[in-house]
């Protein structure tokens, strides 16, 4: 896949993730559920997990500093976090990356840690008053949840995507080989 076409769909994942936001907001009074979504990070992690190690941190870094600027507001957390697990995520071994099964507990782990990382942070400096259990029940829960679903449907969005750009290109090498003979035998 193109590194344009990597870019405008994540970018439009991030507009996802601030729609979400915005019809469902998360309530921070811990009374009722919500959940927080993380759909451009998942797709990330999609789209990265067959790059080279340099190419996904540098991905990972460009997308982490775009979506704190532009959608979330909250610098430096994504520009840290995303570069951190794409890196954790692609020095798994190829044997674990290319299992789905396990895969998707990857991701999902990296998903709750990208909410577990803040919240005691924010619960070390005092912040959140908010117990650990509350949040998991309240929050998380849902979170997690929601975007298993979320990446069963990605990863096949995803899979469609490298297919039809797999099929671009095998269709203008057919391409250029078929110049090449016209080529050739217009030579002879």
């Not at 990265?48 to 190690?53: G, L, Q, R």
Request: proline share 3%; with cysteine.
């Amino acid at each position: 896949m193109k590194i344009k076409t990597l870019f405008a769909f994540l970018f439009l994942m991030a507009g996802f993730d601030t729609l979400l936001i915005y019809l469902c907001p998360v309530d921070f009074s811990f009374r009722s559920m919500s959940f927080v979504p993380h759909t451009a990070f998942l797709a990330l992690l999609l789209l990265v997990n067959d790059k080279e190690s340099l190419d996904r941190i540098l991905i990972c870094l460009f997308t982490g500093i775009v979506y704190d600027f532009c959608f979330n507001s909250s610098f430096p957390i994504s520009t840290i976090l995303f570069p951190l697990f794409g890196y954790i995520l692609g020095a798994l071994p190829k044997a674990i990356r290319d299992n789905v099964v396990t895969f998707f507990i990857s991701c999902v782990l990296c998903i709750f840690l990208l909410d577990l990382l803040p919240f005691l942070f924010c619960k070390a400096v005092g912040v959140i008053q908010v117990r650990f259990w509350t949040w998991i029940f309240h929050v998380e829960l849902t979170t997690l949840i929601f975007h298993v679903a979320v990446l069963i449907g990605l990863y096949f969005l995803v899979g469609y995507m490298e297919d039809v750009a797999l099929r671009r290109q095998q269709k203008r090498n057919e391409q250029e080989r078929d110049m090449y003979r016209r080529i050739r035998s217009a030579r002879r």
